[in-house]
């Protein structure tokens, strides 16, 4: 699969690599394609990741991962402009206490958004494996085709996929998985995560 990894930094950089390094085509987009930083996340990525503008990126990708600070959502998706129907996943979150997950629907011009990655410290995105078992990743969209896509990337990458429901959800989603990672972590560190256990 094409995918666009439009924010450089910890998560885009670890999952653009981890999915390369599973196969798939990945273009980082960035305001400066040569700079230093990309040429290192490159070289790491390895011989399936490739980069280019932002523009070019969301051209090259059937998959966008938007991964950008809280200050650029705005400014990054009035730049791309219309997103053509593309999975658009949103890991970014907000630190004002609006949801990034409502904002990102509002602003996101004709584009399939799937709430996902945003629950969980990069840290465990490199390393989501936890002894004989794997963490949750939540899933939030009102596509289920869209969903189903995200699940499978999250699969590719050891995580254990969980649909939390259609959009209506992500707020709550924010708030609760959020209020518990701040009571968690200053015991557990930022590598504490969740799984959700069902029977099948």
Same mark, same amino acid.
Request: hydrophobic share 40%; aromatic share 6%.
């Given at each position: 699969m094409k995918i666009a990894i439009i924010g450089s930094g910890h998560i885009g950089g670890t999952l653009g690599t981890l999915w390369a390094g599973k196969g798939h085509q990945v273009m980082f987009g960035s305001r400066d394609p040569q700079s230093d930083k990309i040429r290192t996340l490159l070289l790491t990525a390895g011989?399936?990741?490739?980069?280019?503008?932002?523009?070019?990126?969301?051209?090259?990708?059937?998959?966008?991962?938007?991964?950008?600070?809280?200050?650029e959502i705005e400014r990054v998706l009035e730049e791309v402009g219309d997103l053509h129907h593309k999975v658009l996943i949103n890991s970014?979150?907000?630190?004002?206490?609006r949801s990034a997950g409502t904002e990102v629907l509002r602003l996101a011009k004709n584009a399939r958004v799937v709430r996902a990655f945003n629950t969980v410290a990069w840290e465990v995105i490199a390393r989501? /494996?936890? &002894?004989?078992?794997?963490?949750?990743?939540?899933?939030?969209?009102? !596509? #289920?085709?869209?969903?189903?896509? $995200?699940? /499978?990337? &999250?699969?590719?990458?050891?995580?254990?996929?969980?649909?939390?429901? !259609? #959009?209506?959800?992500?707020?709550? $989603?924010?708030?609760?998985?959020?209020?518990?990672?701040?009571?968690?972590?200053?015991?557990?560190?930022?590598?504490?995560?969740?799984? $959700?256990?069902?029977?099948?």
């Open positions: 011989e399936n990741a490739q980069a280019g503008s932002v523009q070019e990126a969301i051209v090259f990708g059937e998959v966008i991962l938007l991964a950008v600070p809280d200050t970014t979150n907000l630190r004002d206490g989501p /494996q936890y &002894g004989p078992t794997n963490a949750t990743l939540f899933l939030n969209g009102d !596509d #289920s085709d869209a969903k189903k896509i $995200v699940a /499978q990337l &999250g699969h590719d990458i050891g995580f254990d996929p969980v649909d939390a429901g !259609d #959009s209506a959800n992500i707020p709550n $989603v924010e708030k609760a998985l959020g209020i518990l990672w701040r009571i968690l972590a200053p015991q557990f560190g930022r590598e504490v995560t969740l799984r $959700v256990l069902r029977r099948e």
